[in-house]
C-alpha cells in the first residue's frame, strides 16, 4: 500500500462544477502539499498545510490531521485549471525531509 | 534568483554514456531535492541536500547515481553508465530551511533525459 493514495485517478468536469480530490496519508507528517503539474511538466507549489484550512482564489485545501486526510477543491473551475493535482507529504518519520508523493489525479475540466 | 533554474532541459544520450545535470536553486535556499518521474508514474525522491552535506540520499537507485552540491548552492547530479530505465524527467526543488522547519519547497523546469 502507497503510504499517500489520491483519489480519483482522473477527474472530467464541466466548466462552473465544483471539484474535490482527496488524499489519504498513512505515515505521520510535518507537512502536506498539493501540487499542480501542467501538461508541459511544471510543477508549481499550490498550499502547504500542516492543520485547518487555507484558501487562495478558488482553491481551497484542507487538512484532518486525526483522520490523515486532506482535500483539495477547486470551485467554479474552469478549463485552465486542467492539469494534474499531487498531494505530496513530508513525513517525520526517521527525521527524513523527503516529500512522498502520490500519483497524482488528472483532472480535465471541459468549456 | 526568481527561481529554481535546471539545465539542460532535454538531454538526449545513448546507452552507457554519463550524464551531467544541473541545478541553481533559489539564492539563500540551504536545502535542495533531486526528484524523478518516469513516465507514467509518480514523482520519486531521491537525494536531499541541507547545504553540501546529504542527510539522505535513500533515493538514489543505483551506485551508478551521484549528486554533489557545492558553495551551498549548485547542485549537479550525475548518472554513469546510463541505461534506458534512467529516461525520466528529473526535478530539483530548493527551500529556504530543511531540517525540520515548515517551509515550502519550490520546483525547477525539470531536465527531461532520454536515453537510447
Known amino acids: 500500500k502507497n503510504e499517500v493514495e489520491q483519489s480519483p485517478q482522473n477527474l472530467t468536469a464541466q466548466e462552473g462544477e465544483f471539484i474535490t480530490i482527496n488524499c489519504s496519508y498513512s505515515?505521520?507528517?510535518?507537512?502536506l502539499h498539493w501540487l499542480q503539474q501542467h501538461p508541459g511538466g511544471g510543477i508549481v507549489s499550490l498550499f502547504m498545510?500542516?492543520?485547518g484550512k487555507k484558501k487562495h482564489g478558488r482553491l481551497i485545501a484542507t487538512i484532518n490531521i486525526q483522520e490523515k486526510h486532506s482535500s483539495l477543491h477547486i470551485t467554479a473551475s474552469h478549463p485552465r485549471d486542467s492539469a494534474v493535482y499531487i498531494c505530496?507529504?513530508?513525513?517525520?518519520?526517521?527525521?527524513?525531509?523527503?516529500?512522498?508523493f502520490g500519483k497524482g489525479t488528472k483532472l480535465t475540466v471541459n468549456p | 534568483g526568481a527561481g529554481v533554474s535546471q539545465s539542460p532541459s532535454n538531454k538526449v544520450t545513448e546507452k552507457g554514456k554519463d550524464v551531467e545535470l544541473r541545478c541553481d536553486p533559489i539564492?539563500?535556499?540551504?536545502?535542495l531535492y533531486w526528484y524523478r518521474q518516469s513516465l507514467g508514474q509518480g514523482l520519486e525522491f531521491l537525494i536531499y541536500?541541507?547545504?553540501?552535506?546529504?542527510?539522505?540520499k535513500s533515493g538514489l537507485p543505483s551506485d551508478r547515481f551521484s549528486a554533489e552540491r557545492t558553495g551551498g548552492s549548485v547542485s549537479t547530479l550525475t548518472i554513469q553508465r546510463t541505461q534506458q530505465e534512467d529516461s525520466a524527467v528529473y526535478l530539483c526543488a530548493s527551500s529556504f530551511r530543511g531540517l525540520a522547519v515548515y517551509n515550502e519547497q519550490f520546483f525547477g523546469p525539470g531536465t527531461r533525459l532520454t536515453v537510447l
Open positions: 539564492s539563500g535556499h540551504t536545502a
Open positions: 505530496a507529504v513530508r513525513s517525520t518519520q526517521g527525521g527524513s525531509e523527503k516529500l512522498v
Open positions: 498545510l500542516s492543520s
Open positions: 541536500f541541507q547545504g553540501n552535506s546529504a542527510p539522505d
Open positions: 505515515v505521520g507528517i510535518s507537512a
